[in-house]
């Protein structure tokens, strides 16, 4: 990795001050992540190098990486070391979400999703939602996005059965087709419009069981309608984060004066 002090990644770390060594540690690599000197995927150094380089002990470098897994800045992979997650992309994408350009942001989310779930239900609650009879039958789909190792959003999907006969059928054939690519392509319906709303809520048992969270933890959930060129409501989405895995930077530019 080089020399961590001369590349200016890290800093000495202060044996006269009160906060704890790990601590130092945890907020030098903290910093050179924040500062962008370490990208996402980026392997970080040893615990070997690092105590080597600040003539620490082994418990104190794994304190230090283990506050930063629980700040969800990095991860380990079982053999191969401690890496930056991808926690910048996963902002940019959840920005890019809640916004109505959705051809391509809901293409990268599901690019990056495991189906793990696909039945179908009957929810009066749904249904009432979609502004469909309560008693309509509706294909669930549940998918599940990860950074390294760990699981950071879900995606619920509801589509009413009448509209997309077989449509399961055809998605695990077409797994390089998103649901809208799917129905457009398929079934000629073409959607016009995504209706977007974001909620914080705490989370349910279920969603809590899927993204490996305590059941008070607390969720962005961006609910999604896609109403198609009839106004109908073909697809309702659910989108959930962890408000504890997420960190979302806002960016406003002064409006120049004429």
């Known amino acids: 990795m080089g020399d961590y002090v001369t590349d200016k990644r890290y800093k000495h770390l202060n044996r006269n001050s009160a906060l704890p060594l790990y601590y130092q540690l945890k907020e030098h ?13 980026d392997k970080l150094p040893t615990e070997e190098e690092l105590c080597k380089e600040f003539s620490i002990s082994r418990p104190v470098v794994r304190q230090a990486y283990d506050e930063l897994i629980k700040e969800g800045l990095v991860g380990r992979h079982k053999g191969r070391g401690t890496f930056v997650k991808k926690t910048a992309d996963k902002h940019s994408l959840f920005k890019d979400f809640i916004g109505f350009s959705f051809e391509e942001n809901v293409r990268d989310l599901e690019k990056e999703s495991k189906i793990v779930k696909v039945e179908k239900i009957t929810d009066p609650l749904i249904a009432m939602r979609m502004e469909i009879p309560k008693d309509s039958e509706l294909l669930h789909i549940i998918r599940i996005v990860h950074d390294l190792e760990y699981p950071v959003s879900m995606i619920e999907s509801y589509l009413p059965v009448d509209y997309f006969i077989n449509i399961e059928k055809y998605m695990l054939i077409s797994i390089d087709k998103t649901i809208i690519e799917l129905i457009e392509s398929l079934y000629g319906i073409h959607i016009d419009k995504a209706i977007r709303s974001l909620t914080a809520m705490k989370i349910s048992k279920e969603r809590a069981d899927f993204l490996h969270g305590n059941i008070d933890d607390l969720v962005y959930e961006i609910e999604t309608q896609y109403v198609d060129v009839f106004e109908r409501n073909v697809i309702l989405e659910y989108v959930t984060y962890l408000v504890s895995k997420m960190n979302i930077n806002i960016e406003v530019n002064r409006k120049q004066s004429l």
């Not at 992540?33 to 370490?38: L, T």
């Open 29 to 41: 690599i903290k910093e050179a992540i924040v500062k962008g000197q370490y990208k996402a995927n």
